[in-house]
C-alpha cells in the first residue's frame, strides 16, 4: 500500500505555487473558498486512495487546534 | 382534504370489560404501517394477535410517501402489494437541480428482471388502508381502535397491559408486546426508555397539493432554486393527482405563521408559475432526529420503528426500515411461540436491526449534513460538488440529497453461517449471508417471480440435481421445516422445479450446477454452499434459529 509521500515531488515548487495563487486572482474571498474547495475535491478523487486521504487530512489538522471552548475558560 | 376522506374505524366494547380474561400470544401496540403490517404477518402464520390503537382512522396527511421495493416485496409476501402497487405512482428515476440547472438524473433501478421498482409513492392512509383491509382477512389479526394503552408491566412470564377505552379500563396479558407506537412512543416512555442521538434545527414545511400536471413521475431536488433561493426543495408525485412539495425554511422560521395559507401559496405560485391550477390538501411543518434506543429488545417487549428509532425524512428510511424490523422479527417470534427456537433468537432482532437502524441514521444523518450545512465551510464544499457535478461524473457520487432506502445487508449476524469456500466470497459480493434475496423472473407452479418460492418458511434453493428426493423431504418434515426449490435439472415430485428462464437467477445467485442458498423466512441469505451438504444445511437452520 502506497503511503502519502510528504518528500519534494512537485517539478517546479515555485511555478506551482505560482498558479495557485494565481488561479485565485480576481476572487473574492467567498470566490476563493469555493475554488478551493472544488480543488481538494477534484484532487482528492484522483487520489482515490483513502488510506491516502486520511493521512492528508491529518497531515493537513496537524497542529491547528480549534479554541479553546469559551464554557471550559470560565471553569 | 378535496382527495380523501379518512374512513372511520369502529369501536368496539372489549370482551375483557364484561368479565371475560384474555392472553394473547402477541399484543401490537399502534396500528401504523409497522404495526399492521406485523399483525398481518403474525396472522399469516395463524398467530393470534391484538392491535392496540388510540384513534379510529388512518394516517391523518400523507405523511410517509416513498415505499421502497424490498417493502413492496414484502408486501407481496403478505398478500397486499399488488393493492399497495395499483394504488401508486411507480418511480425509479431521480433529478437533481443546483439554481436552475440540471446537476443530474440518477436511475435507482438501471436493470430488468424485477417485479418491483425502485419505488412506489402513496399517501401513508392509503397504504394503511390497504393494510388495515388485508389485516381484516385475517380472523385471528383482532384490530381494537380507540383503545388505549396506560399503563405496562412487563414480568418474567408475560406482559400486562392496562387499556383505556370509552366504556372503561381493562387488563391485557400477553407473551410478547411489540411497540410500534411512533416516535413519541407512549409505552417507551412508561417504561421509562429513551432515545439516544442527534435533533436537527432546519424546519421544513410539507405541502400537499392537487393538481392535474404533466410532470413525470420522478423525484426533484433543488439546491438553491430560483423559486427558493439558499434553501432546498423537493416534488413527488403521488396518487390522486397529489403532490408532495418540501420546502427547506432554516432555523429561524416560525412553525405557526409557516403553516398558513397565506405564506404556503406564495411559495408555491412562485415554483409552480402564477397560472397554475392547484388546491392545498394538507400541510405541516416539522423538525426531525436522528437518533435510537440502545436496544430494541427489552425482556418480551419488542420496539420496532419510529418507536425504536428515527431518520430524517431524505432517503425514505422511516416506514422502509420499520417494515423491514417486523419482517425481521415476526419469523422469529412465530419459532419461539411454537416452542421450536429458544427465547434468545430474539436477542438477534436486536443484533440485527440495530446495525440497520445505525446504517439508517448515518445515511439520513449524511444527507441532512448535506443538505442543511451547518458551518460556512460546510456549504462551501456543497455548493463545490453541486457545481462540479454538472461536468464531472465523480462529483455527482458525491451529491446527496437523500440515499434511498435499500434493505440492510445483516452481515454480521451471529444467525449467518459464513462462506466456506473462498471463490465464493471473491466471486460474488452481491448475495451474500444477510443478504436479502435478489428478486428474478421465474416460470414455474407457483408464479413468475422467484421471491414468490421463497416463503413462508425456511428455503433450500438449488440449482440443478444437487438435492437427493429423500433429503429435501427430510428438510421439509423437520422441527423447523424447510422447504426445497430446485432452478432448473430434471422434473421431480418431492420439491417445486422452477426455470430460470432468462438466466438472471443464475447471474444474480452467482449460480453453478450444485449452489445451494439456504434463505430464512424473511428472505434474507443465512448460507450458502456450492455443493449440497445434508449436514451443512441442517447445522445452518441450528444456527439460524439460535439452536446452536
Given at each position: 500500500m502506497q503511503a502519502l509521500n510528504t518528500e519534494p515531488n512537485l517539478p517546479a515548487p515555485d511555478d506551482f505555487y505560482e498558479e495557485l495563487i494565481g488561479m485565485h486572482r480576481g476572487l473574492t474571498d467567498a470566490q476563493s473558498a469555493l475554488v478551493n474547495a472544488k480543488l481538494i475535491l477534484l484532487l482528492a478523487n484522483h487520489i482515490g486512495d483513502p488510506a491516502i486521504l486520511r493521512a492528508a487530512l491529518d497531515a493537513a489538522r496537524d497542529g491547528v487546534a480549534p479554541p479553546v471552548d469559551t464554557i471550559q475558560q470560565t471553569e | 382534504?378535496?382527495?380523501?376522506?379518512?374512513?372511520?374505524?369502529?369501536?368496539?366494547?372489549?370482551?375483557?370489560?364484561?368479565g371475560r380474561t384474555r392472553h394473547c400470544p402477541v399484543v401490537v401496540v399502534g396500528a401504523g404501517p409497522v404495526g399492521l403490517v406485523a399483525a398481518i404477518d403474525l396472522a399469516q402464520r395463524d398467530i393470534p394477535v391484538v392491535v392496540l390503537d388510540e384513534d379510529n382512522t388512518v394516517s391523518v396527511g400523507s405523511r410517509a410517501i416513498c415505499?421502497?421495493?424490498?417493502?413492496?416485496?414484502?408486501?407481496?409476501?403478505?398478500?397486499?402489494?399488488?393493492?399497495?402497487?395499483?394504488?401508486?405512482?411507480?418511480?425509479?428515476?431521480g433529478r437533481v437541480f443546483h439554481g436552475a440547472e440540471l446537476a443530474y438524473r440518477f436511475d435507482l433501478l438501471p436493470e430488468a428482471g424485477h417485479r418491483r421498482p425502485a419505488f412506489v409513492n402513496l399517501q401513508q392512509y392509503h397504504f394503511e388502508e390497504c393494510l388495515v383491509r388485508r389485516a381484516e382477512s385475517f380472523a385471528q389479526a383482532e384490530l381494537r381502535w380507540q383503545h388505549q394503552v396506560i399503563g405496562v408491566a412487563p414480568g418474567k412470564d408475560t406482559v400486562s397491559l392496562r387499556v383505556a377505552t370509552q366504556d372503561g379500563e381493562y387488563m391485557l396479558t400477553c407473551d410478547w408486546l411489540i411497540v410500534a407506537d411512533g416516535a413519541r412512543s407512549p409505552v417507551r416512555h412508561m417504561l421509562g426508555l429513551d432515545t439516544e442521538g442527534q435533533v436537527f434545527r432546519d424546519r421544513f414545511l410539507i405541502a400537499d397539493i392537487h393538481m392535474t400536471s404533466d410532470f413525470p413521475a420522478e423525484r426533484w431536488f433543488w439546491?438553491?432554486?430560483?423559486?427558493?433561493?439558499?434553501?432546498?426543495?423537493?416534488?413527488?408525485?403521488?396518487?390522486?393527482?397529489?403532490?408532495?412539495?418540501?420546502?427547506?425554511?432554516?432555523?429561524?422560521?416560525?412553525?405557526?405563521?409557516?403553516?398558513?395559507?397565506?405564506?404556503?401559496?406564495?411559495?408555491?405560485?412562485?415554483?409552480?408559475?402564477?397560472e397554475a391550477k392547484f388546491e392545498i390538501e394538507w400541510a405541516s411543518v416539522y423538525t426531525f432526529a436522528c437518533r435510537r434506543m440502545r436496544n430494541f429488545r427489552h425482556g418480551r417487549v419488542l420496539f420496532a420503528g419510529d418507536a425504536a428509532h428515527l431518520v430524517s425524512p431524505f432517503g425514505a428510511r422511516g416506514a422502509n426500515s420499520g417494515v423491514q424490523d417486523v419482517d425481521n422479527l415476526v419469523w422469529k417470534l412465530d419459532l419461539v411461540l411454537r416452542g421450536l427456537a429458544p427465547e434468545r433468537l430474539l436477542d438477534s432482532y436486536d443484533s440485527e436491526r440495530v446495525p440497520a437502524a445505525d446504517e439508517n441514521i448515518k445515511n439520513s444523518t449524511r444527507s441532512t449534513d448535506f443538505i442543511t450545512p451547518?458551518?460556512?465551510?460546510?456549504?462551501?464544499?456543497?455548493?463545490?460538488?453541486?457545481?462540479?457535478?454538472?461536468?464531472?461524473?465523480?462529483?455527482?457520487?458525491?451529491?446527496?440529497?437523500?440515499?434511498?432506502?435499500?434493505?440492510?445487508?445483516?452481515?454480521?449476524?451471529?444467525?449467518?453461517?459464513?462462506?466456506?469456500?473462498?471463490?465464493?466470497?471473491?466471486?460474488?459480493?452481491?448475495?451474500?449471508?444477510?443478504?436479502?434475496?435478489?428478486?428474478?423472473?421465474?416460470?414455474?407452479?407457483?408464479?413468475?417471480?422467484?421471491?414468490?418460492?421463497?416463503?413462508?418458511?425456511?428455503?433450500?434453493?438449488?440449482?440443478?440435481?444437487?438435492?437427493?428426493?429423500?433429503?429435501?423431504?427430510?428438510?421439509?418434515?423437520?422441527?423447523?421445516?424447510?422447504?426445497?426449490?430446485?432452478?432448473?435439472?430434471?422434473?421431480?415430485?418431492?420439491?417445486?422445479?422452477?426455470?430460470?428462464?432468462?438466466g438472471l437467477v443464475a447471474q444474480r445467485y452467482d449460480a453453478q450446477p450444485g449452489t445451494s442458498y439456504l434463505l430464512r423466512p424473511d428472505q434474507h441469505v443465512c448460507a450458502r454452499w456450492r455443493t449440497f451438504g445434508a449436514n451443512a444445511v441442517r447445522d445452518a437452520i441450528a444456527r439460524a434459529t439460535g439452536t446452536m
Open positions: - | 382534504m378535496r382527495t380523501y376522506t379518512n374512513p372511520i374505524f369502529e369501536y368496539r366494547r372489549p370482551p375483557e370489560l364484561d415505499y421502497a421495493k424490498r417493502t413492496l416485496e414484502i408486501l407481496d409476501r403478505l398478500g397486499c402489494g399488488e393493492a399497495v402497487v395499483n394504488k401508486g405512482v411507480r418511480w425509479n428515476v439546491f438553491d432554486p430560483p423559486f427558493h433561493p439558499n434553501q432546498s426543495a423537493l416534488l413527488h408525485r403521488q396518487a390522486d393527482d397529489v403532490w408532495r412539495i418540501d420546502f427547506q425554511l432554516g432555523v429561524d422560521a416560525d412553525p405557526e405563521e409557516e403553516r398558513k395559507p397565506e405564506r404556503i401559496l406564495p411559495r408555491l405560485r412562485a415554483m409552480l408559475g402564477a451547518k458551518s460556512a465551510v460546510s456549504r462551501t464544499f456543497r455548493d463545490a460538488v453541486l457545481s462540479l457535478a454538472k461536468k464531472h461524473g465523480f462529483a455527482r457520487r458525491l451529491v446527496n440529497s437523500g440515499r434511498l432506502s435499500v434493505p440492510t445487508v445483516l452481515r454480521d449476524s451471529p444467525l449467518n453461517t459464513p462462506d466456506r469456500d473462498p471463490n465464493f466470497a471473491a466471486a460474488n459480493g452481491a448475495m451474500t449471508p444477510g443478504a436479502p434475496a435478489a428478486d428474478a423472473p421465474v416460470s414455474g407452479p407457483r408464479g413468475d417471480w422467484l421471491l414468490d418460492y421463497l416463503a413462508p418458511g425456511f428455503t433450500l434453493l438449488t440449482f440443478g440435481d444437487a438435492v437427493p428426493a429423500a433429503q429435501s423431504v427430510s428438510f421439509t418434515g423437520g422441527a423447523v421445516s424447510c422447504r426445497t426449490v430446485q432452478v432448473g435439472g430434471g422434473a421431480r415430485t418431492d420439491c417445486a422445479v422452477i426455470l430460470d428462464k432468462t
